[in-house]
């Protein structure tokens, strides 16, 4: 998908944000906004898929609060959740041609726009939690992020969304043989298609929105995700087996309209990457607790947690990143070099 939007287009973004606030969004501005002004403040929309007390939602509350002292009200941040503005791939859309200027998505639908982010649907690529945040707070991180500024989609964090597993409805999946004659739902996104075909499920991708009703009237024998989004969407009311197979490590991230970002003041701008790195801290603590919480609950709620020898899974998923390195096109070749990038990383 290529980037499509213009200078117009920018300006239609500012005054569409504009007109839905009631207030006129200032672009190209060097002094600091002024509150008393109505014509000086800035609103920024963003949308996401996750529930209210989702910890990452949490945290773009507080991003939105500190955001709103730093620039004594003069820039909002109107967070629209639960996916209300559509699926994740709808939302990326919707920033990428400017109308929305912010939005929260999984890696994984962002590889469809911006192909590195593939490597964060290897499974077994980092080698445990460490190896992962050194990677993202270093050098590939960072130039992962400024990547989608290339498709308009410029990243500005990374949130911990910590380890994907499988959850099913009737029976654990212990060994990836027992993912066989399984339907399991996937993101969107080729990747976490490849990976369930070669641990030996039958992937089928459904937006997470409609992920519950799919599990309840059995188009789905299961899914994957972290702890807290199994236990903060319910789906363990259907899903009674989860197995901590933690096959892969997709962030969340943060992204922006590279056109409008551009345009803002760089007062502005340093207002929000500083609101940003405190939500970004927040956010770390917040996801520990409420990943141990979320274990206890589900528990609670009769759902067996089940601890299967990873490496089963890794031997299995190894291929997968193999087939890059034989690979001879030129996209697997950048992503095979990223790999071995990747795999070079020490904590
Ligand atoms: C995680 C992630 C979401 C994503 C979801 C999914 O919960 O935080 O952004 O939508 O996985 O599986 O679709």
Aim: charged residues 20%.
């Amino acid at each position: 998908m290529n980037r499509t939007i213009s200078f117009a287009a920018v300006a239609l973004l500012i005054a569409a944000l504009g007109a839905a606030s009631g207030t006129a969004l200032v672009v190209g501005q060097r002094n600091r906004p002024d509150p008393s002004d109505p014509a000086r403040h800035i609103t920024l929309k963003l949308g996401h898929a996750l529930d209210q007390q989702h910890p990452v939602h949490k945290a773009m509350v507080l991003f939105a609060d500190r955001l709103d002292e730093l620039s004594s009200g003069a820039v909002t941040v109107d967070i629209i959740p639960n996916g209300q503005l559509g699926s994740e791939t709808e939302l990326l859309e919707q920033v990428q041609h400017g109308a929305l200027a912010m939005t929260k998505v999984s890696t994984a639908p962002l590889e469809s726009f911006v192909p590195e982010m593939s490597v964060f649907g290897l499974p077994y690529l980092f080698r445990d939690e460490p190896h992962f945040w050194a990677v993202l707070e270093g050098p590939i991180g960072k130039e992962l992020l400024a990547k989608g500024a290339e498709s308009g989609l410029r990243g500005l964090c990374y949130y911990d969304a910590g380890a994907r597993s499988f959850y099913t409805v009737n029976r654990p999946i212990l060994k990836p043989d027992d993912l066989q004659g399984l339907k399991i739902r996937v993101q969107a996104s080729p990747t976490s298609m490849e990976m369930v075909e070669t641990l030996g499920g039958s992937p089928t991708p459904i937006s997470f929105g409609e992920l519950y009703s799919a599990l309840q009237q059995k188009m789905v024998d299961g899914a994957e995700n972290n702890p807290p989004s199994f236990h903060k969407t319910r789906h363990f009311e259907v899903c009674k087996h989860y197995s901590l197979d933690e096959h892969t490590r997709v962030p969340d991230l943060l992204l922006v309209n590279e056109e409008l970002w551009q345009q803002l003041p760089p007062q502005v701008q340093q207002w929000i990457e500083e609101a940003i790195e405190e939500s970004v801290a927040y956010e770390r603590e917040l996801w520990q607790k409420d990943t141990r919480d979320a274990l206890e609950a589900v528990q609670k709620e009769g759902v067996t947690i089940h601890y299967p020898d990873k490496t089963l899974f890794a031997d299995k998923a190894a291929p997968m990143l193999q087939a890059f390195n034989e690979a001879q096109d030129e996209a697997s070749e950048r992503i095979a070099a990223l790999i071995a990038r990747i795999q070079e990383v020490t904590p």
